[in-house]
């Protein structure tokens, strides 16, 4: 069973920035879409960004123009930037992998201090 691993998160002020991180256990093959989603506290859970096996990117209005997804396929990795965080952005964010099979990542906390 592949497992996903996200790192990246932590603790950062209003205004700053976070890379977070995600790679399988071993390889998942055949993944079309690689996604951000996070849960911020009495929120449901939110798909953050996508991008597609074509390197095709769809974000939420919310980060739209501060958040940049982007993956490595030779490494099986998705990346999300973030930029010019804000308090509202503190969640738990989750990777997910999608194509013959569905893929979680087990969750990073990102917390924005304003």
């Known amino acids: 069973q592949v497992q996903l691993v996200e790192s990246g998160g932590g603790l950062v002020q209003a205004g700053g920035s976070l890379r977070l991180s995600c790679a399988p256990s071993?390889?998942?093959?055949?993944?079309?879409?690689m996604s951000w989603y996070r849960r911020a506290p009495g929120k449901q859970r939110e798909l953050v960004a996508t991008?597609?096996?074509?390197?095709?990117?769809n974000y939420a209005d919310s980060v739209k123009g501060r958040f940049t997804i982007s993956r490595d396929n030779a490494k099986n990795t998705v990346y999300l930037q973030m930029n010019s965080l804000k308090a509202e952005d503190t969640a738990v964010y989750y990777c997910r992998f999608t194509g013959l099979d569905d893929y979680w990542g087990q969750g990073t906390q990102v917390t924005v201090s304003s």
């Open positions: 991008i597609t096996s074509g390197g095709t990117t």
């Open positions: 071993r390889r998942a093959f055949s993944i079309n879409f």
